[in-house]
């Protein structure tokens, strides 16, 4: 027997296909939203709208972009360097790293990572793309920023093979112990990436 009035239920239950959000976080979210001024639930909707009707892939990289605008900001900037690209699995990727003002180059979205028990191959993912992006433009380095997961590692070395024919300096995210993480705490995997890792003091 249904306790709760279908739409508010069905909100719940919208809530609860999102990840990392379970049945507590979902209930606690519409009961929320329930209570706020209208407003709030307005323009939430409207931002949910919003993001499918109003947002596109940039035809170069396959970042998120405005619907409006076939290339984006990153890929027609003036100020960025032209000659380095990072590859990464999402935009999400992308909001990272730009968040640490260390990188000026200009990036590619895989959307996704290889995964043979998921029927993911090559073809599911921007690599032939990458591939002709690269012969057709004069990079220098490509940094392959994929996630250190089986996943991404196996990504890794198969774009690395694939680039392998470019005269390309290839790179990938340097692995290891998190600032302030303690090695007792650290599993296997972290501590062999650190150590093969190893820095020289200078």
Do not use: W
């Not at 027997?1 to 979902?26: C, H, W, Y």
């Not at 935009?91 to 000026?104: C, F, M, R, S, W």
């Not at 995964?115 to 591939?131: A, Y």
């Amino acid at each position: 027997m249904r306790t709760l009035p279908e739409p508010v239920q069905n909100l719940i239950d919208a809530f609860s296909r999102l990840p990392g959000i379970g049945p507590k976080t979902a209930s606690r979210l519409a009961f929320y939203l329930l209570r706020a001024p209208e407003d709030m639930s307005q323009s939430l909707a409207q931002a949910l709208v919003g993001i499918k009707h109003e947002t596109g892939l940039c035809e170069t990289c396959f970042n998120i972009t405005h619907k409006d605008a076939k290339i984006c900001e990153v890929c027609t900037s003036e100020q960025r360097d032209r000659t380095t690209l990072c590859v990464v699995e999402e935009p999400l990727d992308v909001l990272a790293i730009e968040k640490t003002g260390g990188y000026n180059g200009l990036y590619h979205v895989l959307h996704g990572v290889l995964s043979p028990i998921e029927g993911i191959g090559p073809e599911n993912l921007k690599i032939r793309e990458l591939l002709e992006r690269i012969q057709e433009n004069e990079f220098n380095e490509v940094i392959l920023a994929t996630n250190p997961s089986m996943e991404g590692d196996a990504t890794a070395m198969y774009l690395h093979e694939r680039l392998a024919e470019f005269d390309l300096r290839i790179t990938r995210l340097a692995l290891g112990l998190p600032v302030g993480g303690d090695l007792e705490y650290a599993d296997q995997n972290t501590l062999l990436r650190a150590l093969a890792g190893r820095q020289k003091l200078d």
